[in-house]
């Protein structure tokens, strides 16, 4: 069983960044494509962005692409989501998720991930 937890959400002004963490019981970072999805009230949880087990390729929605970046750090077991010039549509609670995942069909997919985590609130004021 593959727990994830997330970390790094709050609250911050328009034009300002945050770093998510998302931190694995097992290697997963290293076994799993790892991704991010968000969802705000009243509306379906969308894909954000992800990174390759092999940590070669990633994948970001149109709406952060230039803006948030994914990393991962092996040795600590752990998913990064860089998020810069954070606009207030971007407030949502956002996920981390865990898959046996190559291509770009699956990885914006959420049913196709195996692992979630909890959540994590982000809040972007104007």
């Known amino acids: 069983q593959v727990q994830l937890v997330e970390s790094g959400g709050g609250l911050v002004q328009a034009g300002g960044s945050l770093r998510l963490s998302c931190t694995t019981s097992i290697r997963a970072v290293s076994v799993y494509a790892m991704g991010w999805f968000r969802q705000a009230p009243g509306k379906e949880r969308e894909f954000v962005a992800t990174?390759?087990?092999?940590?070669?390729?990633?994948w970001y929605a149109d709406s952060v692409r230039g803006r948030y970046t994914i990393s991962r750090a092996n040795d600590r077991n752990t998913v990064y989501l860089q998020m810069s010039s954070l606009k207030p549509e971007d407030t949502a609670v956002y996920y981390c998720a865990a898959g046996d995942l190559e291509t770009l069909d699956q990885v914006i997919r959420d049913y196709e991930y195996d692992y979630w985590g909890q959540g994590t609130q982000v809040t972007v004021s104007s």
């Open positions: 990174i390759s087990k092999s940590g070669t390729s990633t």
